[in-house]
């Protein structure tokens, strides 16, 4: 009687504990999954949208320096932002180089943009006119080649700077109203070519394609 006494005494025990542990891994098990795995830390001095300068998180830029977000985000809504780029490294001595050839390759970023909200209006006009296809795209690409020759002489840089990386970043602006002029002059040029659409409205059309940002934002053109 007394073995049979000893072995419930140790059967209990034995079952508590088995309890003990299974409410123990239970709670483990809950709290591994509320608590939030951490965000793995940004580069240092890099922007992605919407975590730099003062505005939205929709109209940040992905991949730029905190300095470039900062200047694309302040800018004006009545002006077009380009971007760009050249390496001159720790030799100061390139600085007026550098600043040359961003400065160009942030005009032909402002250029590129023009040309893809040109595209855009020549569909749109396009799809509600007679202009035959072949004609509209010989209209487009005139008017393309002309912005892609232009020197956009009323851009002006708002930032000039170099990361740690020893690339020298440049933001320039550019005016709506100027660029309007310039896709105007060249679809002017392009009507002597392409008669067909002389109907064609470019400062009307460059109206609405801006207000409906058409241009696709600026791509920061470099090395």
């Keep these: 009687m007394k073995r049979f006494f000893v072995f419930g ?13 299974v409410a123990a891994l239970i709670a483990l098990s809950m709290a591994g999954c509320t608590s939030a795995p951490k965000a793995a830390p940004l580069p240092s001095g890099a922007a992605s949208a919407g975590t730099a300068g003062t505005g939205s998180a929709s109209k940040g830029l ?16 009545d002006v ?5 780029t050249y390496k001159i490294g720790n030799d100061m001595s390139k600085m007026g180089t550098g600043k040359t050839f961003a400065e160009t390759r942030a ?3 402002i250029a590129r943009q023009l040309s ?11 799809a509600v006119s007679e202009l035959d ?15 892609s020759k232009a020197e956009l ?10 990361d740690d990386n020893g690339l020298l970043w440049v933001v320039m602006e550019y005016s709506k109203s100027a660029a309007a002029t310039e896709v ?23 109206d609405t394609a801006f207000n409906k940002e058409a241009g696709g934002g600026p791509v920061p053109v470099g090395n």
């Design 80 to 84: 077009i932002i380009g971007i760009g």
């Design 184 to 206: 105007n002059q060249a679809a002017n040029a392009a009507k002597l070519v392409v008669p067909a659409a002389a109907a064609f409205n470019a400062l009307q059309r460059m």
């Design 9 to 21: 005494v140790a059967a209990l025990i034995a079952k508590r504990f088995f309890v003990f542990g």
């Design 133 to 147: 296809p072949s004609a509209a795209i010989s209209f487009q690409e005139n008017i393309t080649q002309t912005l």
């Design 153 to 162: 002489k009323g851009a002006k840089t708002v930032k000039l700077q170099s």
């Design 107 to 109: 005009r032909a970023d």
């Design 116 to 126: 893809s909200i040109v595209k855009n209006m020549v569909n749109d006009y396009t």
């Design 62 to 77: 992905s991949g730029v320096p905190d300095f470039v977000n900062d200047a694309y985000l302040n800018a004006s809504e």
